[in-house]
Each structure stands twice: as structure tokens, then as C-alpha cells.
């Protein structure tokens, strides 16, 4: 499976962006997609995850009321919309996804297989 991100951008603390990650397959029957982040001089975080068929979410406490994260099957994608910003929410956004089911093992990014590039997002105090 092949991810792609796209969305990041520079805004102001307080604002929004939304980001995408479009996804080269459809109908995942047990598929969980994810974004993940790492910031200059970080080990690369989780951010939120959600499974294909039951649209689950799972976040982060940092970002957890902030964010959320969607998916379109018909569009292929997945989605983080990301609200009130903050200066510690720069890193580079990565979207990642593999088989499975969620569990405990939803934030190790150890468990992921398929990573799409990454896309900056630059949030200025």
C-alpha cells in the first residue's frame, strides 16, 4: 500500500490546517491508518490512528480534543484536522498504515509498515 501526505503549510498559533493522506487501495477490511510526527532533534511521535471498516479513532494526549482524524473509503484518503495549534505542534507529519487490528500496539510505530512521506507543519508563536 502506498500513503501519500500532503497539507502542511505555515500557520499562526491558534489556527487550523487540514491534512491528507491519500491511500493507493480501497475497502481495507482490517487496515489501521495513522499519523505520526517528529519535531528537529525528536523521536518520531503518534498523533492519532483510525481503523478502515469501523472508523475508530485513537489520539495522542497532546493533541486529543485539538484534532481529529477522519478517512473516505470512496476518496481513498485519510485526513487530520488539526484546530488550535500550538508552537509544539511543528514537526515534520508523516501518515503511516498497516494490517491488522488496533490495540495497545496502535502508537508504536515499530508496527507500521506502509509510511508516506512527509509533510512540514509550521506553527509560528
Known amino acids: 500500500v502506498q500513503l501519500q501526505a500532503s497539507g502542511g503549510g505555515v500557520v499562526q498559533t491558534g489556527g487550523s490546517l487540514r491534512l491528507s493522506c491519500a491511500v493507493s487501495?480501497?475497502?481495507?477490511?482490517?487496515?489501521?491508518a495513522a499519523w505520526f510526527r517528529q519535531a528537529p532533534g525528536k523521536d518520531r511521535e503518534f498523533v492519532a490512528a483510525?481503523?478502515?471498516?469501523?472508523?475508530?479513532?485513537y489520539y495522542a494526549a497532546p493533541v486529543r480534543g485539538r484534532f481529529a482524524v477522519s478517512r473516505d473509503n470512496a476518496e481513498k484518503s485519510m485526513y487530520l484536522q488539526m484546530n488550535s495549534l500550538k508552537p509544539e505542534d511543528t514537526a515534520l507529519y508523516y501518515c503511516a498504515g498497516r494490517f491488522g487490528i488496533s490495540g495497545k500496539t496502535t502508537p508504536d510505530a515499530r508496527t507500521y509498515v506502509d509510511w508516506g512521506q512527509g509533510t512540514l507543519v509550521t506553527v509560528s508563536s
Open positions: 487501495r480501497r475497502a481495507f477490511s482490517n487496515y489501521v
Open positions: 483510525i481503523t478502515w471498516n469501523s472508523g475508530t479513532t
